[in-house]
């Protein structure tokens, strides 16, 4: 049998203090903000690309998303990916315990994956293209990218502020071992 976890832990892990917790849900929280603004440009960039007449304007709105997407898109993706963890796995929410926290953590593991292997790709090739002086190649490549991150990303602010679900299965476990065992029928 093990010992009970001592004061200031979680399941064994070391438990974020306050102030500790603060400052990394204000991380967490301006990553994902940051997140959340950057899709919103990339997907107004997009549009604009996708439904302008003037080659300077097409060439101005690739350009700006291909700056986006290499210098600011991945890594305030990663920071907000890594902040989420160090959140679940430093707090009494854990990272599989409640479904909301489990589903935050695949799709943005999922939308920084697309973000790596689809969007980057797509505004490369159309930045290419564009700088060859060609048309642009497929607008649905500048366009469904930020779609799918904005749906995600609002899809995740709805379920962070709402937490719905409940517990996961291991969640309900862990939950389940700590509840004290019920009192016997009194004897008299």
């Not at 001592?6 to 990394?24: E, F, I, Q, W």
């Not at 991380?27 to 997907?43: E, P």
């Not at 302008?52 to 990663?78: H, Y």
Request: hydrophobic share 50%.
């Amino acid at each position: 049998m093990s010992a009970p976890p001592g004061p200031g832990t979680v399941d064994r892990v070391k438990k974020l203090s306050r102030p500790a917790r603060r400052a990394h849900l204000v991380v967490h929280v301006v990553a994902s903000a940051g997140w959340l603004g950057l899709t919103v440009g990339l997907l107004a960039l997009g549009v604009t690309a996708n439904t302008t007449g003037s080659a300077a304007m097409l060439e101005a709105s690739v350009r700006a998303m291909k700056i986006f997407a290499d210098r600011l898109l991945l890594p305030i993706a990663f920071l907000t990916l890594v902040s989420g963890l160090v959140l679940s796995l430093g707090t009494p929410w854990g990272l599989a315990r409640h479904r909301w926290v489990w589903t935050k953590f695949w799709l943005t593991l999922a939308t920084t994956t697309a973000t790596v292997f689809a969007l980057r790709p797509g505004v490369d090739a159309a930045a290419r293209a564009v700088a060859d002086g060609h048309a642009l190649p497929d607008g649905g490549d500048v366009l469904m990218g930020p779609v799918v991150s904005l749906t995600a990303c609002l899809f995740m602010t709805v379920i962070s502020v709402l937490k719905p679900w409940g517990l996961t299965r291991r969640g309900r476990l862990r939950a389940d071992a700590r509840r004290p065992a019920p009192a016997g029928p009194a004897r008299v």
